[in-house]
């Protein structure tokens, strides 16, 4: 089983950018989809993007056109980008993995078994 350890977060300004990254370890032959979730306090955990091996990836309608989701160095690290940044999108983000890869991507968080410990995130107006 892989283990996942998310770095970035910080905090921001509307209308900045930030980068998060996930280190995924260790790397096998298995295949996962990976996914960034994020939950603000008092609020359920929702999904923010998904992507698996071959590059399909998915959004959730809050970020598209604004978030990029990518994986780099042989599926070693999986980033997140996000531009124009809003104080709604403040929280606690969360990579997480899929073992079941051949399905189709989700954004349901009880579609992943494995999580990181999460990074924050906290855009002021």
């Known amino acids: 089983q892989v283990q996942l350890v998310e770095s970035g977060g910080g905090s921001v300004q509307s209308g900045g950018s930030l980068r998060l990254s996930c280190a995924v370890s260790?790397?096998?032959?298995?295949?996962?989809?990976m996914g960034w979730f994020r939950q603000a306090p008092g609020k359920e955990r929702e999904g923010v993007a998904a992507v698996r091996s071959g590059g399909s990836t998915k959004y959730g309608d809050s970020v598209k056109g604004r978030f990029t989701i990518s994986q780099v160095n042989a599926r070693k690290t999986l980033y997140l980008q996000m531009d124009s940044l809003k104080p709604e999108d403040t929280g606690m983000y969360y990579c997480?993995?899929?073992?079941?890869?051949?399905?189709?991507?989700?954004?349901?968080?009880?579609?992943?078994?494995?999580w990181g410990q999460g990074t924050q995130v906290t855009v002021s107006s």
């Open positions: 260790p790397i096998t032959g298995s295949n996962y989809a």
């Open positions: 997480a993995a899929r073992s079941q890869w051949w399905l189709p991507l989700s954004l349901d968080p009880s579609a992943y078994n494995v």
